[in-house]
């Protein structure tokens, strides 16, 4: 099992203060979140061209509002994690396989602490936000959460 000091030793980041850095990263496979973001199991398109991802992780998301970064890492001993980008535009950021007995990281510098992904397939998204005024029965925006 990972800890949240070893998956934050891959991008060269200490842990903060107020989190704990002996934390088991759970490694889950189905749909999760962390912050602004979604995962979700899905089937890649057939037109997909997977990438191995870069030895110092993918950033999927600056933090706008705090800063604090949402890192993409393939796991310890997993070197057939692939990304593709996403042709469906926003909010869907990337798609991510993960093949069996391998695992991803997703990795917060800061507030979220890291996820681990299991096998499989998975579309990552922003969290999106509706805005409906009180005066309105419908939604007169949407927009991107920002973490």
Not at 58 to 71: C, I
Not at 88 to 97: C, Q, S, T, V
Not at 99 to 121: M, R, S
């Amino acid at each position: 099992m990972t800890t949240f000091r070893e998956a934050l030793a891959l991008l060269g980041t200490s842990v903060p203060d107020h989190l704990t850095a002996d934390a088991e990263v759970p490694v889950l496979a189905g749909p999760q979140a962390q912050g602004d973001l979604l995962v979700f199991r899905r089937a890649a398109p057939a037109t997909v061209e997977w990438l191995p991802l870069p030895a110092g992780g993918l950033r999927l998301v600056h933090g706008e509002a705090t800063g604090n970064t949402h890192w993409l890492h393939a796991g310890f001993g997993s070197d057939g994690v692939r990304w593709a980008r996403s042709t469906a535009g926003p909010p869907r950021l990337a798609l991510l396989h993960v093949p069996d007995g391998q695992t991803a990281l997703l990795i917060h510098t800061d507030e979220h602490g890291a996820n681990g992904i299991g096998p499989g397939t998975y579309a990552i998204h922003r969290k999106r936000e509706l805005s409906i005024p009180s005066t309105a029965e419908t939604v007169t925006e949407v927009r991107l959460v920002t973490d």
